[in-house]
């Protein structure tokens, strides 16, 4: 069975651009997370899927960030305009059943922005 | 708020020695608690999970973890350190909506 991917692996632009990241969760999964870690920072919960439908994007730190899920399959984070800030590693998620439930990591990207 | 607090941001072991990773969380109803993993260069591994039931877990490269409710910790514990283990450990607490809630990270050295 193969794991949450994610892409690319990672991505480095200038501040004022526009960056998409990319995460294909384990097949089945209808949950579906995001996650960020800053530099020198505690993983941070971003947002939460469940199939195509948003159920908790507390996390989200401004509009600058939008979360889809299109046919709730996998899910991109678009980042627009990119700041300084937003650097750090970017992981997604997913787990099969309601809560509580393992969630399963992919390999994550690391975004530098510049 | 929920909360974990991973005292150790550094820990350094001979191999083969026995090792204790502390764990702290604040979360006002019955948590459900997680151990990760991280090695260089990848992503997230699951080591173990408590979810209910009984308190010592037993996971994965022969780590356990027991919860104590009175105590408000999960420390992971392993009896003898492989150089492979060097890595970054995260414990996490589940918390509403199945959301994670980290700990800042325990970075392990394993010396030879």
């Known amino acids: 069975e193969a794991g949450v991917t994610q892409f690319p692996s990672h991505s480095v632009i200038e501040k004022g651009q526009t960056v998409t990241l990319r995460c294909d969760p384990i097949?089945?999964?209808?949950?579906l997370y995001w996650y960020r870690r800053v530099m020198g920072k505690e993983i941070k919960f971003l947002l939460h899927f469940v199939k195509e439908s948003k159920q908790d994007e507390s996390g989200m730190p401004n509009n600058r960030f939008l979360a889809e899920r299109t046919g709730g399959t996998y899910s991109t984070l678009k980042v627009q305009p990119a700041e300084l800030e937003d650097s750090g590693v970017y992981f997604c998620?997913?787990?099969?059943?309601?809560?509580?439930?393992?969630?399963?990591f992919g390999p994550g990207t690391r975004l530098t922005v510049l | 708020a929920q909360s974990v607090t991973q005292p150790d941001i550094h820990i350094t072991v001979s191999e083969g020695a026995s090792l204790e990773l502390r764990c702290n969380y604040s979360y006002g109803a019955t948590p459900y608690l997680f151990w990760y993993v991280q090695s260089p260069g990848q992503g997230l591994q699951l080591l173990l999970k408590y979810f209910s039931g009984d308190t010592l877990v037993q996971g994965i490269k022969g780590f356990e973890a027991e919860f104590k409710r009175s105590q408000s910790s999960f420390n992971l514990r392993k009896p003898s350190v492989h150089w492979s283990d060097a890595a970054e450990y995260f414990c996490a607490v589940g918390a509403w909506g199945n959301k994670l809630v980290f700990g800042a990270g325990t970075i392990l050295r394993v010396k030879s």
């Open positions: 097949s089945g999964h209808d949950n």
């Open positions: 998620a997913s787990s099969q059943r309601t809560p509580p439930d393992t969630q399963y």
